[in-house]
Structures are given as structure tokens and as C-alpha cells.
């Protein structure tokens, strides 16, 4: 098992969370918590004009639980009107995403 490892990066009114190991049941709430900091730090920022990028290129793995932080991430986003959005996606977790229905919203 690969840890999971978050690095965030602040330029320019983004936040960029770099997500590389394994995201799984075991590591889900690491990332849940971090991201929801970054939520927050974003909601108060001046003029609400802040983005959150997550970056998961040198993700390794990702489960179901893994793929339901992410949704989760998306959807605290959407209802505090920050722009989030994965960048960096490998083959395999694309195939997931689209085969769960999630590559339009989370991409």
C-alpha cells in the first residue's frame, strides 16, 4: 500500500491540491478533511473569487470511497459557488469516471 500524500500549492486566486498514493476507504478521510479546509479558505476569501484544482496525476489508486470524496468535494463546491475541477486525470481513473457517469461533472 502506497500512502497517500497532499500537497497544495496557493497562486493566483487557486488553489491546487496535489494527490498522489492511494486513495482508498483507508486514506478517504485525509483527503475529505484537507479539501474541506480548502473549502473554507476559499469560501473566505475576498471577493469569493477562488478556485480549487485537484490535481491526481501521480494518484496510484482509487476506490468507490475514493471516487465518493471526490463527488463530495464537488458537490460542497457547487453549493458555496467555488469552481472545482480534476486535472491531470490518468487513463484509468478516466475510464472509471466515465464509466460511473462522473467524467462530465468532475472533469
Known amino acids: 500500500m502506497e500512502p ?3 500537497t497544495t500549492v496557493r ?5 491546487t491540491v496535489s494527490v498522489s498514493g492511494e486513495l482508498d476507504i483507508a486514506t478517504t478521510e485525509l483527503l ?3 479539501l474541506l479546509d480548502l473549502l473554507r479558505e476559499a469560501d473566505s476569501a475576498p471577493h469569493k473569487q477562488v478556485a480549487l484544482v485537484i490535481e491526481v496525476s501521480r494518484l496510484t489508486f482509487i476506490d468507490a470511497a475514493g471516487l ?3 463527488v463530495f468535494a464537488h458537490n ?5 459557488q467555488t469552481p472545482l475541477r480534476l486535472t491531470g486525470v490518468p487513463p484509468s481513473m ?3 469516471l466515465r ?3 462522473l467524467e462530465g461533472r468532475l472533469t
Open 68 to 70: 465518493g470524496i471526490l
Open 94 to 96: 478516466r475510464r472509471l
Open 76 to 80: 460542497a463546491a457547487q453549493r458555496q
Open 99 to 101: 464509466i460511473t457517469g
Open 4 to 6: 497517500l500524500h497532499l
Open 32 to 34: 475529505r478533511d484537507h
Open 11 to 15: 497562486r493566483n486566486g487557486t488553489l
